[in-house]
């Protein structure tokens, strides 16, 4: 591979009327506020081969959403609010079979109207050691807060020789670590092992680009496994939840992006699966699929 980078969403509720004391801890945390009009933040916070134009993302949005999105003033409570802080940090996820190293490029704190927040963590894998099955895995490890099952189990981050055991003690130790404090835990008295409010399952959302060289090839399996991410299996063999390629073959369907080259649509009876809006002239994707928790751009 290329290139294998993702971003790991984590939403959630706040407080009733925390949001200031959260910005202030925030900037204490040296968190900045992303404003569109700083061209210098363009550079900052996806890596130093990455760059993200202000001017194509304000243009992307619909005019009358920008005010939402982009606030030009920090004390607006009815936009959003970004703080992001960059991080360059690198890191271990070990498995049984397998060792990720990967980098932390940045985070943000994104606060949002009706006490609504996500924090979003990109990541990316050195891809000397990394291939397509394993970029899968680490995004199925790495998504999940709170061990689920007995391979999460088997599972640490490591960052400056101190091992966490899952994925949330990692975050709120290291990336945000005063963040809890101001999380709405309201309902949590109704649970029995979450430790979370409001969150589905105890994963984050994940999107992911992974760039492959030119001449490889990207099989109806390998887009229907991203969706899915689909990584390994126990034994490190490449895992799909796949029966029968033909049933695969049979519900992949093709649609035209505008400026050129087409988009696979995956249709699966369980999961729902769309495109997602893209610039072609920018990003020219070989492929885009989205699905309930997981989006996959492959160039």
């Given at each position: ?19 200031s ?16 009009g ?11 081969n ?8 304000e243009?992307?949005y ?10 030009h003033?920090?004390?607006?409570e ?8 960059r ?7 070990k498995?049984?079979h397998?060792?990720?190293?990967f ?5 943000d704190?994104t ?12 990541t ?12 899968l895995e ?17 599972s640490?981050i490591q ?5 966490y ?10 990336l ?38 030119k ?7 390998d ?6 991410t ?43 699966f769309?495109?997602l809006?893209?610039n ?6 070989r ?13």
């Open positions: 591979m290329n290139a294998a980078l993702h971003q790991f969403i984590f939403p959630f509720s706040i407080n009733n009327n925390a949001e004391e959260f910005k202030k801890q925030l900037i204490l945390e040296q968190f900045i506020p992303f404003s569109l700083d061209l210098e933040q363009e550079n900052m916070f996806y890596g130093v990455y760059r993200v134009s202000h001017h194509e993302m243009r992307y619909l005019p009358f959403t920008n005010n939402v999105l982009f606030p003033q920090t004390d607006d009815s936009s959003f609010q970004r703080y992001s802080k991080y360059e940090i690198s890191c271990e996820l498995m049984e397998a060792t990720f190293p980098a932390i490029h940045s985070v704190v606060l949002c109207p009706f006490d609504l927040g996500f924090i979003t963590i990109r990316e894998l050195d891809c000397e050691v990394i291939n397509y099955s394993l970029a680490f995004a199925k490890r790495f998504r999940v807060l709170q061990n689920m099952s007995k391979q999460d189990d088997k640490y960052h400056q020789n101190v091992n055991n899952e994925v949330e003690d990692f975050i709120f130790a290291v945000v670590p005063d963040t809890m404090r101001f999380l709405d835990k309201e309902n949590m008295s109704e649970v029995y092992f979450e430790n979370l409010p409001f969150f589905i399952d105890e994963r984050m959302f994940v999107e992911s680009f992974f760039s492959l060289p001449d490889s090839e990207i099989t109806l399996e887009q229907y496994r991203a969706a899915r689909d990584g390994l299996k126990i034994r490190e063999n490449p895992s799909s939840g796949l029966p029968i390629w033909t049933i695969l073959k049979n519900i992949v369907r093709f649609i035209p992006i505008t400026g050129g080259g087409r988009i696979r649509i995956l249709r699966w009876t369980r999961i729902p769309a495109a809006p893209i072609p002239k920018t990003l020219q994707p492929s885009l699929i989205k699905c309930m928790g997981s989006t996959i751009i492959f160039c």
